[in-house]
């Protein structure tokens, strides 16, 4: 017997009918309480995909209020100085069409705001997303289809803003990752991980 679900009658036998009138807080530009929770958060995760569907899901950061609101349809956020691989840059150029959780921490609901992304570098757009006095890398425009808050189960389930649930900090160490995919060191590894960090302190 499979139990592989591969169409909506069966996806609504397991999961239930959508609750009338509950997509009707899905909008299609941003109202003040999407504005201000945009002024006050300072992380979100972008959604990108190539036009063969590959993913990816982008971390991007800074002070609260690091994304700006160009209008009620329209954010940019600011890209800084990465790894250069740009996964989702890539993507963009590809399929322009974006997906964004926005976060606050502690915070349980997240906002998410679906549309199409353009990338630019108009040094003026740059400059003034700058922070700590360098001018952002690169802007993503996004032309915002949809907007809503999603709800606080999942961080409800996972604990995520309490501390007192969290344990000992995981340390990921790309030296190590390097070290023993190239058959080198431990030596070698503790090099990688200094300019890692070194990284972190001057290349923000």
């Not at 009620?72 to 840059?89: C, Q």
Request: glycine content about 8%; aromatic content about 8%; proline content about 5%.
């Amino acid at each position: 017997m499979s139990y592989e679900i591969v169409d909506v009658a069966a996806l609504r036998a397991v999961i239930g009918d959508e609750i009338p009138g509950l997509g009707e807080k899905n909008v299609d530009s941003l109202n003040r309480f999407a504005r201000d929770f945009i002024a006050r958060s300072p992380f979100l995760v972008l959604s990108t995909s190539s036009k063969d569907g590959r993913l990816d899901a982008s971390p991007k950061g800074d002070a609260p209020g690091f994304v700006h609101v160009v209008s009620d349809t329209e954010i940019v956020i600011p890209d800084r100085l990465g790894n250069k691989l740009a996964y989702g840059h890539l993507n963009v150029l590809e399929n322009s069409h974006v997906g964004v959780l926005m976060m606050i921490p502690g915070t349980r609901e997240i906002l998410r705001i679906n549309g199409k992304a353009t990338l630019s570098a108009d040094p003026e757009l740059l400059k003034d997303l700058s922070a700590r006095d360098k001018p952002a890398t690169l802007a993503i425009k996004i032309s915002i289809e949809e907007v809503f808050f999603h709800c606080a189960k999942a961080f409800v389930r996972s604990n995520l803003w309490k501390p007192e649930t969290w344990g000992e900090p995981y340390k990921v160490s790309f030296g190590k990752i390097y070290a023993e995919m190239r058959g080198q060191s431990s030596g070698a590894a503790e090099q990688i991980d200094a300019m890692v960090e070194a990284d972190y302190e001057t290349n923000l």
